[in-house]
């Protein structure tokens, strides 16, 4: 009976473990549906605000976007310099621009692409917030922009003067002008504690559902950025990205914001990036098992982001269509 007993034990307790793995690891997966429209987004590079552009060629990006379903655009509109400023030459050409694009379609969300490396910009100074948020509203109101989109990196988690430069943003814009951020992906805080120990490396730019919802309701979108993971294998960077898309979705539920996974299509090898392993197929393929997840939280999924648009190559045209094809929208 003793026998009986344990050997019984060992079977309930093994079945908990497995349901364990099979629910946080390996996911339970259903062909679930998203229940509106695809906002798949790409990042495109500066030329199109500063230098002049034909029509015709103006024409091949909207067509090229449009082709392949892609209805938000970031365009690089200038660096933010380490006063706040965006100086109007990098934009010179970004209006006229804009309103030849509009003759091609209105269907495309233009955002201006504000980026600065965090540590040399000091958003705890008011007046570097109140400059930035002066060239967001002239890009909007001025030049023609229909919303914001700030790339600074890398932010930590807890940074409470970039949740200010978002709310003084949020404020000065039009209620209408979207407001995206690129972000590092999300990581349990507690596990990031504990691997800044292991490797003896501090990780704070990963940030927890505290601080993503913080930003959630302020934002309108926030672009995982997935990729520059250091990851070498294709299948464990699809498994990351499955995450990103499970934890990311759960941690803006209920907010404003919804949720773009970002997936590489630049090919340069360097220390933490590996084209074999991070890539428009391995990232797509992540992100439909995500979206598969039965712990993904699909109301605060919005789309795919694309980086960047100037490394795109017809394979990788091919291989999106394909597998972006296969994400089961409701009718």
Excluded: C
Excluded at 229 to 247: A, G, H, K, M, N
């Amino acid at each position: 009976m003793i026998k009986k007993g344990f050997f019984l034990s060992i079977i309930v307790f093994a079945t908990f473990l497995m349901a364990l793995y099979m629910y946080f690891v390996n996911g339970i997966h259903f062909d679930r549906k998203i229940s509106y429209p695809q906002n798949n987004a790409i990042w495109v590079e500066h030329s199109f605000s500063e230098e002049e552009k034909s029509d015709s060629e103006i024409q091949v990006l909207v067509t090229t976007l449009l082709k392949h379903n892609l209805r938000t655009v970031f365009l690089h509109a200038g660096p933010i310099e380490l006063s706040g400023v965006v100086p109007p030459e990098r934009y010179r050409r970004a209006k006229v621009f804009l309103e030849k694009a509009r003759k091609f379609s209105k269907d495309i969300v233009w955002q201006a692409w504000l980026g600065q490396i965090r540590s040399k910009l000091p958003l705890e100074n008011p007046e570097v917030r109140k400059n930035i948020v002066q060239s967001a509203t002239i890009l909007t109101s001025e030049i023609g922009f229909d919303g914001i989109h700030y790339d600074i990196e890398p932010i930590f988690d807890g940074d409470k003067n970039f949740l200010a430069l978002l709310r003084e943003t949020r404020e000065a814009l039009s209620e209408k002008a979207p407001l995206s951020v690129a972000s590092d992906e999300w990581q349990s805080r507690p596990l990031t504690l504990l691997l800044s120990k292991i490797v003896k490396k501090d990780s704070k730019s990963y940030w927890g559902t505290r601080y993503m919802a913080e930003v959630a309701s302020m934002v309108d979108q926030i672009i995982i950025m997935t990729y520059d993971s250091s990851i070498t294998s294709p299948w464990l960077f699809s498994f990351w990205v499955e995450q990103q898309v499970v934890y990311a979705t759960q941690a803006v539920k209920n907010k404003k914001a919804r949720i773009l996974i970002g997936i590489p299509a630049y090919k340069e090898k360097t220390a933490s990036f590996d084209p074999e392993a991070e890539n428009i197929e391995t990232g797509l393929l992540g992100l439909i098992l995500g979206i598969r997840n039965i712990r993904s939280n699909l109301e605060s999924f919005s789309g795919i982001a694309i980086y960047p648009y100037w490394t795109m190559e017809e394979s990788d045209w091919k291989t999106y269509d394909t597998l972006s094809g296969q994400i089961p929208l409701s009718p």
